[in-house]
T-cell receptor
Framework: EAQVTQNPRYLITVTGKKLTVTCSQN?????MSWYRQDPGLGLRQIYYSMNVEVTDKGDVPEGYKVSRKEKRNFPLILESPSPNQTSLYFC?????????????FGPGTRLTVL | GDSVTQMEGPVTLSEEAFLTINCTYTATGYPSLFWYVQYPGEGLQLLLKATKADDKGSNKGFEATYRKETTSFHLEKGSVQVSDSAVYFC?????????????FGAGTTVTVRA
């Protein structure tokens, strides 16, 4: 089944404790991205990657890191999480990164930073 | 910068009622327009899209027409069902010099009562 998977689905952590949220897609998509969803703000893009070893900042990259060493994986790293990073996070992928492409979203990771 | 404005919710309807969710956008050039739907506990999935002016996207009884003159992409369904209860996001995608920019609205929560 074609899908985007994220792990973990739920995470409660404390300020400053490094964490990684994994994202993997099995559709051989070139483009992958991370979003955070906050009430009243919709989805805001954190980082994106047009292909392997190429990443770029989205609208809200502060406090996050990403890497794209393989086409299928695009982990999101929070080196020192803070409470304002409490949010619902989505990974997404699309075939070519063309502006007409459909985005395929993972199920989401709900992160709480205490 | 690019922006998407959609009507605030929540919207509560009875089954078989008519649904309209307004969406307007600000962007230069010729963006592609999308409606994504998020069912409870799930990631976003594409509902419909339109890639040029006057195109009509349709799916599952929902329709939206790309109106460049009014910069709008309103979502409509003639007879909603309880299963249409979800959060609906309007989005635009615009081609940049060497990649593209994807912007989402804040989302509209729709609840359909039996």
């Amino acid at each position: 089944e074609a899908q985007v998977t994220q792990n973990p689905r739920y995470l409660i952590t404390v300020t400053g404790k490094k964490l990684t949220v994994t994202c993997s897609q099995n559709m051989n998509h070139e483009y992958m991205s991370w979003y955070r969803q906050d009430p009243g703000l919709g989805l805001r893009q954190i980082y994106y990657s047009m292909n392997v070893e190429v990443t770029d900042k989205g609208d809200v990259p502060e406090g996050y890191k990403v890497s794209r060493k393989e086409k299928r994986n695009f982990p999101l790293i929070l080196e020192s999480p803070s409470p304002n990073q409490t949010s619902l996070y989505f990974c997404a992928s699309s075939l070519w990164g063309a502006y007409t492409d459909t985005q395929y979203f993972g199920p989401g990771t709900r992160l709480t930073v205490l | 910068g690019d922006s998407v404005t959609q009507m605030e919710g929540p919207v509560t309807l009875s089954e078989e009622a008519f649904l309209t969710i307004n969406c307007t956008y600000t962007a230069t050039g010729y963006p592609s327009l999308f409606w994504y739907v998020q069912y409870p506990g799930e990631g976003l999935q594409l509902l419909l899209k339109a890639t040029k002016a006057d195109d009509k996207g349709s799916n599952k009884g929902f329709e939206a027409t790309y109106r460049k003159e009014t910069t709008s992409f309103h979502l409509e369904k003639g007879s909603v069902q309880v299963s249409d209860s979800a959060v609906y996001f309007c989005a635009l995608s615009r081609l940049l010099s060497n990649d593209y920019k994807l912007s989402f609205g804040a989302g509209t929560t729709v609840t359909v009562r039996a």
